[in-house]
């Protein structure tokens, strides 16, 4: 809460830039007369500008440099491992009803697979509108269609929900797709690239390299 945030008497507040998208919230934290800096990732390169941020605001320029260093460096070692291999992935999401939605190209885990080289069928799909900015609905025949070499899943809840890598296999019309037969069907942590993303990028450029090894 607000009065939380004051009492802990902080110098500086770091909030996520997501919430320039909500006005009042940003309205009221900018009016706790405490400086704010915004900063979020919904991009490769904006992480990297994130940490280039916090270092300069948190006189921490040299630790900044060397992070930026190392997440450019494990960057370039993932696209070395991708390399010209013809490879195809989507990243899948469910919603409430488990209607299936996949990341465009304009998301943070789609803008991962960009900048590694890996071909997303569903980058330049429609987008899905309010709750899933920057997924586009992905109807099962749409998914038989793409047939993915590997399927990337993200579950959002506690950990007794059902990881939705779990499900894919068993929904019979993906049962004979590629990614399925192949056990190419891979959860990734939705606090690395869903509810925090950021320089813990480097932990979804290895998961990626792995699975198209």
């Known amino acids: 809460s607000f009065e939380e945030i004051l009492q802990l008497k902080p110098d500086l507040v770091v909030a996520d830039s997501v919430i320039h998208a909500q006005p009042q919230l940003r309205s009221a934290i900018e009016g706790l007369g405490i400086p704010v ?7 490769y390169a904006q992480v990297l500008q994130g940490v280039e941020l916090l270092g300069k605001v948190l006189d921490a320029n040299g630790k900044a440099t060397e992070t930026v260093t190392r997440i450019k460096a494990a960057h370039d070692a993932a696209k070395a491992a991708v390399g010209t291999t013809s490879v195809s992935a989507v990243v899948l999401i469910a919603g409430r009803d488990n209607t299936l939605f996949a990341a465009k190209k304009t998301s943070y885990p789609g803008d991962i697979l960009t900048e590694l080289g890996v071909a997303n069928p569903a980058a330049d799909g429609p987008e899905a509108g309010q709750g899933f900015p920057g997924y586009t609905l992905l109807a099962p025949e749409s998914l038989v269609q793409y047939d993915p070499d590997v399927i990337f899943t993200l579950t959002p809840g506690p950990a007794s929900v059902p990881r939705l890598s779990t499900l894919i296999p068993t929904i019979p019309p993906f049962k004979s797709l590629k990614a399925v037969t192949t056990n190419k069907v ?28």
């Open 186 to 213: 891979i959860e990734i942590p939705v606090d690395i690239v869903l509810e925090a993303p950021g320089p813990r990028v480097e932990l979804a450029f290895l998961a990626v390299t792995a699975a198209v090894k």
């Open 37 to 43: 800096i915004f900063a979020g990732a919904e991009t």
